[in-house]
Nanobody, 127 residues
Framework: EVQVVESGGGLVQVGGSLRLSCAASGFTSTIFTVGWFRQAPGKEREFVSAIKWNGDDTYYDDSVKGRLTISSDNDKNTVYLQMNNLKPKDTAVYYC????????????????????WGQGTQVTVSS
């Protein structure tokens, strides 16, 4: 089993930056991919970005390309989401999910594809 814990959220002004962390524990050697999702009040959870645990491949939603960067540090069992030039529409609870089953087809945008989830971290962008 794998556990993931998000941290790094907070209140930031428009144009500011935050770095979110997703720390994994347990059988981390079984992790295949980690994804970041976000959920605003009254909306469904939506895909933001994902990365293969070995860092070989990264994926982004078009709405965040150029502003958000995902990276992994296997020594620390942590995946980071660097968020720059934040906008009010980025306000949401950010969740990370981990998938342990290896596949050739990467359904990174689907919440159903992930096996484990954290409790989320709140990001609020004020104007």
């Amino acid at each position: 089993e794998v556990q993931v814990v998000e941290s790094g959220g907070g209140l930031v002004q428009v144009g500011g930056s935050l770095r979110l962390s997703c720390a994994a524990s347990g059988f981390t050697s079984t992790i295949f991919t980690v994804g970041w999702f976000r959920q605003a009040p009254g909306k469904e959870r939506e895909f933001v970005s994902a990365i293969k645990w070995n860092g070989d491949d990264t994926y982004y939603d078009d709405s965040v390309k150029g502003r958000l960067t995902i990276s992994s540090d296997n020594d620390k069992n942590t995946v980071y989401l660097q968020m720059n030039n934040l906008k009010p529409k980025d306000t949401a609870v950010y969740y990370c999910g981990a998938r342990t089953r290896r596949t050739t087809v990467m359904y990174v945008q689907s919440t159903m594809w992930y096996d484990y989830w954290g409790q989320g971290t709140q990001v609020t962008v004020s104007s």
